[in-house]
C-alpha cells in the first residue's frame, strides 16, 4: 500500500460520516467536524489496531494467552518494537476491511 495507516483510517472515517455531515440530514454534524474530531477518531483507531497487535504478538513470543505481572514487565522492555513491527505489517498490509471492522467496532463502543 502507497499510504499509511493513519492517513488510510482517516479516509475511512471520512468516508463513513461524510453522508451525516450534511446540515441537509443531520443538525448536528458539520464539514468542519470531518477535519478535527473525526480525524482525531481515525488516529486513535490507527494507534489502537497497532497497540493491539503489539500486545497480541508480545503474547505470543512470551508464551501465555493472558496478562500476568511477569509478562508486563517483560512487555513493557520491549514495546517499542513490538509497536514498530506491528505498525510496519499494518502499513503494508492492513486491508480496508479490516479499518472499516475496527472502525464498527469504535462506533458501538460509542453506543454502550
Known amino acids: 500500500m ?3 495507516l493513519n492517513a488510510r483510517c482517516i479516509r475511512r472515517w471520512e468516508v463513513e460520516f461524510k453522508p451525516l455531515c450534511d446540515s441537509k440530514v443531520n443538525p448536528y454534524w458539520r464539514k468542519r467536524h470531518l477535519r478535527g474530531y473525526i480525524r482525531d477518531c481515525a488516529l486513535t483507531t490507527a494507534d489502537c489496531m497497532v497497540e493491539r497487535m503489539a500486545e497480541e504478538n508480545a503474547r505470543v513470543d512470551f508464551g ?3 496478562w500476568s505481572p511477569e509478562f508486563a514487565d517483560w512487555y513493557r522492555e520491549r514495546r517499542e518494537q513490538y509497536r514498530k513491527e506491528a505498525l510496519d ?3 503494508e498490509d492492513a486491508t480496508t476491511d479490516e479499518i472499516d471492522e475496527e472502525i464498527q467496532n469504535e462506533l458501538e463502543a460509542w453506543n454502550d
Open 89 to 91: 505489517h499494518l502499513n
Open 64 to 66: 501465555i494467552i493472558g
Open 2 to 4: 502507497s499510504k499509511s
